[in-house]
Nanobody
Framework: QVQLVESGGGSVQAGGSLRLSCSVSGSTYSSYCMGWFRQAPGKEREGVAAIYTGGSSAYYPDSVKGRFTISQDNAKNTMYLQMDSLKPEDTAMYYC??????????????????????WGEGTLVTISS
């Protein structure tokens, strides 16, 4: 059973930066799609970044492209989300997720959740204006 634990959330002013971490344990499979999702109060959960651990391709929606960067450190079994130029609309609970194999089709916002079988409990990010 894969366990995911997020950390690094907090409160910053608009324009600031945060780096989220996702620690992975219990994995016995070599390649996963690892992703970050977020859910703001009253809104649906949305995907903000994903990466295939067996390669280097990363995926982002237009809303965060150029501001967020997903990365992985396989030696530490940890995934990161570097968030720069943060905006108040980035305020949300951020979740780490994992699914076996290649990432789904990120051109379809609904498909981003396909196969993401493992989820962390989330870490709160609050951006003040």
């Amino acid at each position: 059973q894969v366990q995911l634990v997020e950390s690094g959330g907090g409160s910053v002013q608009a324009g600031g930066s945060l780096r989220l971490s996702c620690s992975v344990s219990g994995s016995t499979y070599s390649s996963y799609c690892m992703g970050w999702f977020r859910q703001a109060p009253g809104k649906e959960r949305e995907g903000v970044a994903a990466i295939y651990t067996g390669g280097s391709s990363a995926y982002y929606p237009d809303s965060v492209k150029g501001r967020f960067t997903i990365s992985q450190d396989n030696a530490k079994n940890t995934m990161y989300l570097q968030m720069d130029s943060l905006k108040p609309e980035d305020t949300a609970m951020y979740y780490c997720a994992a699914g076996r194999g290649h990432c789904p089709d990120w051109t379809d916002p609904r498909a981003r959740f396909y196969g993401m079988d493992y989820w962390g409990e989330g870490t709160l990010v609050t951006i003040s204006s």
